[in-house]
């Protein structure tokens, strides 16, 4: 069976319903992390950032160039984490709607990944 290359990997952009990713403590408040679900033959991409008290997670893919957001390992918001920042070329969205607020793709909107927080544990919805 030949290797498959990451690069080659089927890519999709939803996952189904009720997924458990983690407990809800695990992640700050600011703070965010990252995840990558397989879904049969395909790789989902995605993150979760916590604000005041709420998550929201989306499409780790930036409306930019379509990078992943984070260089590094979980690290999705600025230092203070007021903003979520793609790496790349520095645009910074609201953490909480995904909205672009700054950089390249100013106006922009990150793709929504569904979450919810029920009984301490975050799952897709
Ligand atoms: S790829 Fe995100 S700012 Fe350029």
Known sequence: MAAVIPSER?????TPAGVT?????????PGSRGFVLQID????HGFVVRKQGQVAGYVDRCPHQGFPL????DRYLTP??????CSWH?????????AC????CAGARLTPWPVVVADGVIRTA
């Open 10 to 14: 089927k890519r999709v952009w939803k």
């Open 21 to 29: 990713l983690c407990a809800g403590t695990e992640i700050a408040d």
């Open 41 to 44: 033959e395909a790789w989902f």
């Open 70 to 73: 984070a260089m590094e390992l």
């Open 80 to 85: 203070d984490g007021d903003l979520i920042l």
């Open 90 to 98: 520095g645009a910074v969205f609201t953490p909480l709607t995904g």
């Open 101 to 104: 607020v700054g950089g390249p």
